[in-house]
């Protein structure tokens, strides 16, 4: 293998130090304190296209995307551009501003499910707001999701939800009331008699799925489960929820349910539709989101929500994503990163298996076929922890989690993914 110099990180080390006397556990947010890998996060200073650069001097290539946001790649010029141009304006109204016309009409123009949407700040509000509307609308009380799909951080989902509650090993949360999480049920992924178990005990508001799993890892579900999720819906009166905040104009521009060609009821996004900046939405059917406040009697607002920074990121973002072929590159960059994992993997003999959908994609350390969370439960993690400490300490910035799934960017060039490659190789030969 070719003698690298390996990364150093003192001054990342130097400042998480004390932000773990400021903040608890160090961060705002939990996966990013890289419990689950057994390190120390690093501290960005600045990122840029595929590019992330720490506050040590060292540069990544980042397949993490800022969670996703970064479709376009990073701090995108003509996203900074129009985004300052908003910001001489003002930047939040808390009145309305046409360019939540604009990146509505986007949203609608995209999502097959969605002819009206509500903006939100975050992927987890949008989840709120959507549980409540599909309650509102069927008069029920129960909800069905699946075992390690996260739908943010709302009491009632924090049922065997997977990302940062399934790296912490913590199935629930303390703090979460029996009587909010009592009417909400797990099914597992890709099993259509277990949803049916559920469906048929009646008073199921709705049930709620990751149409590509990306909160376990990478899990892709079969186009038959999504067909037999919207069939049972059908059949129970039940409201089909695509919870797309992470999918939504990533796997294909009208998102998974373009993708796998499947239509929800409801939809929620968020991530990419902000283009880096606080956004979610939910949307649906005109006669579903009409019962929202102040069409209807449904309650759900937000200060800050449409404000127009925001908005102009979203818009900018998706002007970009829009033109044809931007999903193909991206898919065929994802299927080429993870394909030349894998051989990698395989020539060091590691059991791996993984998979692609537009820009999102993973892999597991174990054997194939991952296709719920219990199977995704079975990957060495101990192994995983060492291939990401690998891989960082030659630049290359992925989740640090088994639990996450990897983004993919436009800006990430040919020459970005081979030397991944390479390095990927010289790591699964030292693990
Ligand atoms: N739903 C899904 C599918 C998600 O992946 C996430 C965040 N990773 C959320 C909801 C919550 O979004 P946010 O973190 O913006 O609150």
Redesign the pocket.
Known sequence: APTRTLYTYSESARIFTEAKELMPGGVSSPVRAFKSVGGSPIVFDRVKGSKAYDVDGNTYIDYVGT?GPAIIGHADDKVLEEVKKTMDKGTSFGAPCVLENELAKMVIDAVPSVEMVRFTN????A?MGMLRLCRAYTSREKIVKFEGC???HADSFLVQAG?GVATLGLPDSPGVPASSTKSTLCATYNDVGSVEELLKEGDVAALIL?PVV??SGFIKPTKEFLQGCRDLCDKYGTLLVF?E??TGFRVAYGGAQAYFGVTPDVT?M??VIGGGMPV?AYGGRRDIMDLVAPAGPMYQAGTLSGNPLAMTAGIETLKVLKQPGQHDKLEAASKKLVDGILAHAKANGHAATGGYAGGMFGFFFCEGPVTCFADAAKADMEKFGRWHAGMLERGIYLAPSSYEAGFMSLAHTDEDIEKTLEIAGEVMAMI
């Open positions: 969670w975050s992927g987890t509000e989840c996260y739908h943010g990302s990751e990306g909160n919870d905040v992470m929620t968020g991530k979610g």
